[in-house]
């Protein structure tokens, strides 16, 4: 069994359980994203805590690609470029789907 594939069910779960904490939180555990959050008295706290919301829905999303991709056979392949993945970079996030070199030409 691989590290990375440990570390990423870890990952997984904990992004869950704070995103469902999250959640009731900001009040909408029933998932309705339908209202304007613009009205709320605590706007700070509100934005503050979307934010952390999205972030973690994000990071969640990326960890469920990465353990699609190991049931697929192409994880550690970029998605981009389809060389390997550094192990090193890798193991430092474990759900990456693309190399340095495509990962540093994204974020220009
Ligand atoms: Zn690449």
């Known amino acids: 069994m691989w590290a990375e594939l440990e570390d990423l069910r870890r990952q997984l779960d904990s992004a869950a359980g704070e995103l469902a904490a999250v959640r009731v939180a900001r009040g909408d555990s029933s998932a309705d994203d339908e209202h304007d959050p613009d009205g709320s008295t605590l706007s700070s706290d509100w934005s503050r805590i979307s934010g952390l919301a999205a972030a973690l829905g994000e990071r969640r999303a990326g960890v469920e690609r990465a353990l699609e991709r190991i049931d697929s056979g192409t994880y550690g392949a970029c998605a981009r470029c389809g060389r390997p993945i550094g192990r090193a970079r890798l193991g430092a996030r474990p ?5 340095i070199e495509c990962a540093r030409e994204m974020s220009r």
């Open 95 to 99: 759900a990456a789907d693309l190399c």
